[in-house]
Every structure is written in structure tokens, then in C-alpha cells.
């Protein structure tokens, strides 16, 4: 079965605030990381070892594959005889991959997992270590936003550290905008008819990485957050107080496809991978790229920085509160419970965590991070946008988790099979509610 859903009070809380103090008056750009960050804890040993870094920051044009590099370099150089070895891909390969490498029990020193449903079916079948030791150490747990940790505990034991905190936004293109003359949509109706308006002045409307199944999930279960007039109908279905014909899901389905029918996305959206998606925006050849809070460092280090701006995911049909957001607790970093060098593996991942905060701080990716800055964003550079997504943070009243990670992941394949297909080809959406209930009632314990 499922793990049971959590209030996303907590989770709403910790967003709240990583706002207020991410935009402290302070001028200071210091993170709160442990000052026992540039020491090492490994043991002395002239024996070389090789650790396996699995990771999600393979595009060098995001500023965390450019942080990641540093803190992994700066580790090697004060411990000559550990090799970190970087497996960089993109989300859905390293999600493939990891499935492949747990059928058979060769899981790589660090690896990445999603929170709660996601990563429990790893969890249960003993493929992680875990890591309450590790975060006492230098005092890395501290440096973690209050409840955070919960997303990724089963038994009481934590079990992997995430890098991220975050909200869906909006984000949009203000030149491409006034080129077609359109306005910030306050409703999902006024979205669509911007969407018809750009089109029509040849504009790309949307971008998207469809490729990556993800990516429209997440798009999509921001709609049903709105029909469903608030957050919890995943949750009600696994209650059994609704099932996916329940009107919520329909009508979202439904103006789910009004958008893609309106020619949002890119011709073959299914054929460009996240990355892709994303640099069609960074790049200036979409108006609008909805997305977690996470892309905002890239986007601030792209060509289009200085012209971009974001709004809210507005209501659908009247439905909806705009202040409570898709919130995404982000990827995490877990250790193989079978490691050849648990010791020192657990040892560099201490040391890459207690960085992290600083050196994503330095390079502007610091925006929707699990853990807390003690920065002035603004003096030390980040744009205004980045400051109104800081600004969204203040907004939030609650929210709904990403599909995949609330349901179990069979029935969640169902759903991203399911939703893909509408990039493809229009359905009726009570055949798509009953894809979902069969895939939720195929798959349920």
C-alpha cells in the first residue's frame, strides 16, 4: 500500500519559510552551512577509492552542474586517494537506470530518489542505508528546513537527503509577451486565449519536455489542484471517498486538453526530453515554461535573464486558490546499503550536503533549496525574478504533491503513460479516468 499521506501543513511551513529567510535584510551572502564544511571526516587511509555519484545535473549550462563539479573537486583535492566518479543524466534515464541497477542488486555508492511513494518500494526491499548517523555529523541535520526530512524517514530512519524545496510557477517571457500583446493570464481561460494569441503572431506559446513524462504530470496535476477546489483528491481516491470519474479529474483532463488543443506545446513535445524543453525557453523561442522553482537559477544564468518574469498558476473555471501550489519536496541523495566504502561514501556525501547550501548559494541556484540560506539573495545578485519566485514563497496556503509521488509506482506509470498521450492525440476524458482507476485498481495492496 501506499504510504500514508502526509499533511502538507508541515511541508507548506518549511516553504514559508525558506522565504523569510532567504529574504533577510542581511548583506552577507553566507549560508548556514556547518564552518566543519571544508573539513573531512575520512578516515586516513592511502588506499584508493573509487565512489560512484549518481546524479541529475548533467546540463553544463545549469549552474548546479557547475556546483556539483566544484564540491566534488574540492573534496577529491583534500582526499587524494578518493575518486568520485559522476554519472550525470538526465531525470527520467537516471530513474531507468536505477530500476535496472536495483533488479539486480548493484545500486551505485549515491544515487538519486524522489520523496515518500517513490522511493519506498527501494526502501522496503533493504536497497538503502540509512543515514541518521551521517546527519549529526558536523551538524548537517540542522541546516535542513524543518520537516523536510519527514518526505524521505520510513521507520524512523532517514534515508536520503534532498536538494530541494519547491513551488510550480509560471514563468514567462515579458518581450514575447508585449510582442503579441498579450497580458499575465489571471484565469486558466485567459492562459488558453494567450496561448490562440501567440500562436498567432508565430510565437511558441509553451515549452515543455514531455519526453520526460514528468513534465506534464506535474503540469496536469496543477489543474486538478485547482478543480478539485484545493489539494487532497489523490488522497480521497486512496480513502476511497472518490474515485478518478469524479468530476475534479474529468474536468481537469478536460482543460488540460483545451490547452494542448489551443497549440501550446512545440510540435513533438514527446520527443524532446527535459533539458531540451527547458533551453527552448531559456533560449527565448517559448513565452511560457511552467516548472518548479528549481529552474530559476538556470533560467537566470541563460540569454533571456533580465526579460522574464512569473506568475501564479491561476484558477480553472472559477475553481481553485491560487496561493496553493504544486509543492515539490525534491529529488534526494541515498547511499547503497551493499556500498564497497559505506564509511567513506557516507563521509563525502556529509561533505557535499554541507556545501551545498554556500556553492549553490555563489552560483544563484540557491532559490528552492531543502536547506537554509543566510543570504541576501538581492545583494549578492539575484535578479528580480528570482526575487518575485522568493516572493511566491511567501504566498503559499498549501498545496498538492506531484502524482508520482503520492501514489504507488504502478499506478503512477499508468498515469504518465496516460497523460503523455494526450500530447498525441485527443481522448475523451472518461476514457482517460478509466485508465487511471484501472491502473490504480490493477496496482492497489
Known amino acids: 500500500m501506499v504510504k500514508k499521506y502526509k499533511s502538507l501543513q508541515v511541508i507548506a511551513a518549511s516553504l514559508l519559510a525558506i522565504s523569510l529567510t532567504a529574504c533577510g535584510s542581511g548583506g552577507d551572502s553566507k549560508s548556514t552551512a556547518s564552518p566543519a564544511a571544508g573539513a573531512s571526516t575520512a578516515p586516513s587511509t592511502d588506499k584508493n577509492i573509487t565512489i560512484t555519484f549518481q546524479n541529475i545535473y548533467p546540463d553544463p549550462t ?18 587524494p586517494n578518493i575518486k568520485i566518479e559522476l554519472d550525470s543524466l538526465n531525470t527520467d534515464q537516471q530513474k ?6 536495483a533488479a539486480s542488486k548493484e545500486v551505485p555508492d549515491i544515487t538519486v530518489v524522489n520523496p515518500a511513494a517513490q522511493m519506498q518500494p527501494f526502501v522496503d526491499a533493504g536497497l538503502f542505508a540509512p543515514l541518521n548517523d551521517m546527519v549529526e555529523q558536523n551538524g548537517l541535520k540542522a541546516t535542513f528546513q524543518e520537516g523536510i526530512l519527514n518526505w524521505y524517514s520510513f521507520k524512523n530512519n532517514i534515508y536520503a537527503l534532498p536538494d530541494g524545496n519547491n513551488i510550480g510557477v509560471v514563468y514567462y517571457n515579458k518581450d514575447l509577451f508585449k510582442q503579441a500583446g498579450v497580458e499575465v493570464p489571471k484565469t486558466f481561460e485567459e492562459m ?3 496561448v490562440k494569441t501567440l500562436k498567432g503572431k508565430g510565437i511558441q506559446p509553451m515549452a515543455i519536455g514531455e519526453k520526460d513524462s514528468w513534465t506534464g504530470s506535474f503540469l496536469f496535476m496543477n489543474i486538478l489542484l485547482r478543480t478539485n477546489g484545493g489539494p487532497g483528491f489523490l488522497q480521497a481516491v486512496v480513502d476511497g471517498k ?12 478536460s482543460s488540460f486538453e483545451d490547452l494542448i488543443q489551443a497549440g501550446a506545446f512545440q510540435e513533438g513535445a514527446t520527443s524532446f526530453d527535459y533539458n531540451a524543453g527547458e533551453n527552448l525557453f531559456k533560449t527565448g523561442k517559448a513565452a ?11 533560467i537566470e544564468t541563460s540569454s ?3 526579460k522574464v518574469g512569473v506568475f501564479q498558476f491561476p484558477t480553472v473555471k472559477g475553481k481553485g486558490n491560487p496561493d496553493e501550489f504544486m509543492l515539490a519536496p525534491g529529488s534526494a541523495f541515498a547511499i547503497s546499503a551493499n556500498s564497497k566504502h559505506l564509511k567513506e561514501t557516507k563521509d563525502f556525501l556529509n561533505y557535499f550536503m554541507l556545501n551545498f547550501p554556500k556553492e549553490a548559494f555563489a552560483v544563484k541556484g540557491a532559490v528552492g533549496i531543502a536547506q537554509k540560506v543566510d543570504g541576501d539573495f538581492k545583494a549578492a545578485g539575484y535578479s528580480d525574478m528570482a526575487m518575485d519566485v522568493l516572493g511566491l514563497f511567501k504566498k503559499v496556503k498549501g498545496g498538492d504533491l506531484a502524482f508520482d509521488n503520492t501514489m504507488n509506482p504502478g499506478t503512477a506509470q499508468g498515469h504518465l503513460t496516460s497523460i503523455q498521450n494526450l500530447f498525441v492525440q485527443k481522448v475523451d476524458p472518461a476514457a482517460v479516468a478509466k485508465e487511471h482507476q484501472t491502473a490504480y485498481d490493477s496496482n492497489k495492496k
Open 62 to 79: 545549469d549552474p548546479k552542474n557547475g556546483m556539483l563539479k566544484k564540491i566534488v573537486n574540492d573534496y577529491q583535492t583534500k582526499n
Open 96 to 101: 531507468l537506470k536505477l530500476k535496472t541497477q
Open 192 to 194: 488558453v486565449a494567450a
Open 242 to 253: 472518490k474515485t478518478f470519474a469524479d468530476p475534479a479529474f474529468t474536468d481537469a483532463v
Open 288 to 298: 511560457m515554461y511552467y516548472m518548479g522553482s528549481w529552474a530559476t537559477g538556470g
Open 304 to 306: 533571456v535573464n533580465g
